[in-house]
């Protein structure tokens, strides 16, 4: 639940980056009914900002003219950047209040020119984002409270819902966090399990710190460790091919989000776990090298069945 004084703080900052502004628009940006906007502007009104009201189908809100409170000063380049920044965190979902998004962007927009301001609307007004992201959403304290306590070294107790659904208590150690496909997760020391496990954050039930510290090992890799948690759960195909090419070669088409890369005598293993095998078929496809199916059987069978479909589009 976002904090009343957070939004209160929210709509002052909308209102000094406008000259005006209606209580429609301030409603979408804040993620609120118009009813509760104006009830914010009767507090404003209360605390001695001079918030004027123009009524009617076309009303708004205003300051009087005249009165700023002094704000915080970027570069050109700097309001750019955190115009750009915020709005893919607005539209990549990322574990943040909405009200404390849109102070911030406000916040850059009070302090720029008029041809920058004009450039920063543009930014907001034209850039449309094409995602794909899961309906899983992670509150922000999640990420806020695992990320202080893998800075600070301090071990967390957490209730956790596994993908199969079964609940359980559990002391970590984490280790950072990451974010994969639209998914937060975190690695670290699990004293249940007495090994490194990964966790994804929407699974995350309960939450608290404990007072206890830890040694974090000095060469853990945190994405590394995700990722190939991630290629290798139980529940998915598992993919094994080898790339008839150099390590070099592969890593030129084979990012580390896609799959795992060991290099053999006979060439290249890659690796990954699938929970749809079309996409892998369709990647493997479009690659110039030659490449050997391992496993699975799965695999060899759809892109059998995409080598016939392409011959058949292909006949005069």
């Not at 690796?271 to 090298?289: I, Q, T």
């Amino acid at each position: 639940m976002y904090s009343p004084t957070t939004r209160l703080l929210s709509v002052l900052e909308l209102l000094q980056s406008r000259q005006q502004i209606s209580g429609a628009e301030i409603a979408r940006r804040l993620e609120v009914d118009p009813r509760t906007v104006r009830r914010y502007m009767v507090m404003l009104q209360d605390m001695g900002i001079p918030v004027e009201a123009e009524r009617g189908p076309h009303g708004f809100y205003q300051l009087k003219r005249g009165h700023r409170i002094p704000p915080l000063m970027f570069t050109e380049a700097e309001a750019i950047a955190l115009t750009l920044g915020l709005l893919a965190i607005r539209e990549f979902r990322f574990p943040v209040q909405v009200a404390a998004l849109e102070s911030a962007l406000a916040k850059a927009e009070r302090v720029m020119p008029e041809k920058l301001l004009s450039q920063a609307r543009a930014l907001q007004e034209t850039i449309t984002f094409h995602t794909n992201l899961p309906p899983a959403r992670v509150q922000h304290d999640s990420v806020t409270l695992l990320s202080s306590a893998a800075q600070r070294r301090q071990q967390v107790l957490m209730r956790y819902r596994s993908w199969e659904g079964e609940e359980s208590e559990r002391k970590l150690d984490p280790y950072g966090l990451v974010f994969n496909e639209g998914y937060w997760y975190t690695a670290g020391y699990c004293h249940l399990r007495r090994d490194v496990r990964t966790f994804r954050l929407d699974r995350i039930i309960t939450l608290e710190p404990l007072d206890y510290t830890f040694e974090r090992p000095a060469d853990f890799d945190v994405l590394g460790y995700v990722l190939t948690s991630l290629f290798s759960r139980e529940d998915t195909e598992q993919v094994e091919v080898l790339m008839q090419v150099t390590l070099e070669q592969a890593r030129q088409v084979v990012s580390p989000d896609i799959g795992t890369l060991e290099e053999t005598e006979q060439g290249v293993i890659f690796r990954r776990a699938a929970l749809h095998l079309e996409w892998v078929a369709f990647f493997l496809m479009c690659l110039d090298f030659p490449i050997v199916v391992i496993r699975p059987d799965a695999l060899r069978e759809k892109l059998r069945q995409m080598a016939t479909n392409a011959l058949q589009m292909t006949k005069d």
